[in-house]
């Protein structure tokens, strides 16, 4: 990608929205509602460039170097339009990478306001991209004026919607509530997120019933949003009842649209005839499970026309560094902390350690570490805890056998990224991991470091 070579730099096109007042503001400002962009761009010319000319017509930019930095932008707060660059890669020219940005953003939120970036060798793809559903193109190099009134005219004939605070993506606040203001992102590249994201938008446009499974905190209730959200009843709260609580019971007839069910099986067959008698006959159900064999049949052909089932985090990969580095923003914004980066040894640590409570406890471990951590960049002391006393795997028969290999071989991936990140001094890394000088070398006989 090439620089912006135009009158989008700091020169500028002094004319229109770009003329300052003598208080140092735009002139459009007091008269356009200032509106919030996001630009996907890893060009800093251009994002420079883009920054300037949306400040000085009042309105404000944040910027995303890539598409992942972007669904995690996306899934924090909804902003009134994203203006997306067709490439990411230096040296790449066909548009696909920002192709299929557009196309994740679309799904994620098919609302969004979004207007490419794009060369004139482009043109072509653009065209091909607001037939998928981007509002407009402007064509490198532009002028100031043009790309805002692009921008603000792109916004005007889109839906109306308030910026804010959207859905914690990958968190499993199982209590919460759809929003259907807002997007529900699922964010993870692994096959099981991309399929389950597949999923979702086929399936989440109909009223067929749906059962999540998948372990408490793994992300079900994010799911369930992200279902509502495309459903023919997003334009109104889903209403969640946990039915372990007897006196939530009394809500369920007069439900209507999306109706999200927490643990049915948890009853027994007898309590499940009865919910089963007392369903709204018109909503849209969606049950959180966790053994959906233990759902009665009459129950499960009302709730279990299609079973979803959301992966666990040790099957996902690199998507527990992808949330991490969300969740580590997430908290940053909400405490008012630097964001600070992880360093090789916390994305070695987050990789090895096995995450009892799922994402929720990922998110706990990069929220604790925001508030605790005081160095430039994340340490990994910060996600050792989250790997279960090796105590633990001598206990039991043969799955103890399994699981000591699996806490054995975490336990040497976090002595070693410990080792690693403060240069193999074994009193700093001791003291990173919780441990005496004396236990780590014993660790480090036994794993052979």
Not at 102 to 128: E, K
Not at 272 to 292: G, K, T
Request: glycine letters at 8%; a neutral charge; aromatic letters at 2%.
């Amino acid at each position: 990608m090439k620089p912006a070579n135009s009158s989008a730099t700091a020169k500028g096109d002094r004319s229109g929205s770009d003329r300052l007042s003598g208080s140092g503001q735009s002139d459009r400002a007091s008269s356009a509602t200032a509106r919030t962009i996001l630009l996907i761009d890893d060009n800093d010319d251009v994002a420079r460039a883009v920054e300037i000319a949306f400040r000085m017509a009042g309105h404000s930019v944040e910027r995303a170097p890539n598409a992942q930095d972007a669904y995690s932008r996306l899934a924090l707060r909804r902003f009134d339009a994203i203006i997306l660059d067709l490439n990411f890669t230096p040296g790449k020219t066909d548009g696909s990478e920002g192709l299929a940005c557009l196309d994740r953003i679309l799904a994620d939120d098919p609302g969004a306001c979004v207007v490419l970036l794009t060369a004139h060798g482009g043109v072509r793809i653009a065209v091909t991209a607001m037939q998928a559903g981007a509002r407009d193109f402007a064509v490198k190099p532009w002028s100031n004026a043009d790309l805002v009134a692009k921008v603000e005219a792109a916004i005007a004939r889109a839906p109306m919607s308030n910026a804010g605070p959207a859905p914690e993506a990958g968190a499993a606040g199982e209590a919460r509530t759809a929003a259907p203001a807002q997007p529900a992102s699922l964010l993870g590249e692994c096959p099981a997120i991309a399929e389950l994201r597949d999923l979702i938008h086929r399936i989440g446009p109909t009223d067929a019933g749906v059962t999540i499974t998948g372990p408490s905190g793994s992300g079900r209730s994010l799911a369930a949003a992200a279902l509502h959200a495309s459903s023919p009843h997003a334009a109104q709260d889903a209403v969640q009842v946990d039915l372990r609580d007897a006196s939530q019971w009394e809500r369920l007839p007069d439900i209507r649209g999306t109706l999200i069910l927490r643990h049915p099986d948890r009853l027994d067959d007898i309590a499940q005839q009865r919910l089963l008698a007392i369903l709204p006959a018109n909503a849209r159900l969606i049950a959180i499970v966790d053994d959906p064999e233990r759902i009665v049949p009459a129950l499960r052909r009302r709730t279990a026309v299609v079973e979803l089932k959301v992966p666990p985090l040790a099957e996902r990969g690199e998507d527990a560094v992808l949330l991490a580095r969300h969740f580590l923003r997430l908290a940053a914004e909400r405490h008012g902390r630097p964001l600070r980066p992880l360093s090789d040894g916390a994305v070695e640590a987050i990789r090895a350690a096995r995450w009892p409570d799922e994402v929720r406890g990922l998110a706990l471990a990069a929220e604790r570490a925001v508030l605790l951590a005081d160095g430039e960049t994340i340490g990994p002391e910060a996600f050792a805890a989250a790997t279960p006393p090796p105590a633990i795997a001598a206990l039991g028969s043969s799955p103890a056998a399994s699981a000591k290999f699996d806490l054995d071989q975490t336990e040497k991936a976090l002595i070693q990224a410990a080792l690693r990140e403060y240069g193999h001094n074994i009193s700093h890394a001791a003291q990173a991991l919780g441990l005496s000088r004396a236990s780590l070398y014993r660790r480090m006989e036994r794993h052979g470091l």
